[in-house]
């Protein structure tokens, strides 16, 4: 989905080289989700399985704000 593709570059761009192990490992496994359900949890419709994944969401959300 192009929209999650530029969500996504943004959130490489800005916070990648300063981005912790464990960040770095989240956005691993948001990329391993299927577009779908990324779609839900960024348009605030469901919330991701567990905390770690929902905190980088509700960052990433920040980027356009």
Request: hydrophobic content about 40%; glycine content about 4%.
């Amino acid at each position: 989905m192009r929209e999650l593709d530029r969500l996504f570059e943004g959130w490489l761009d800005a916070h990648w080289r300063a981005s912790s192990a464990e960040d770095r490992e989240t956005f691993q496994r948001l990329l391993d989700c299927e577009d779908d359900r990324l779609w839900r949890w960024f348009l605030g419709h469901e919330t991701a399985p567990d905390a770690a994944l929902q905190s980088l969401v509700e960052r990433m959300r920040q980027l356009d704000a």
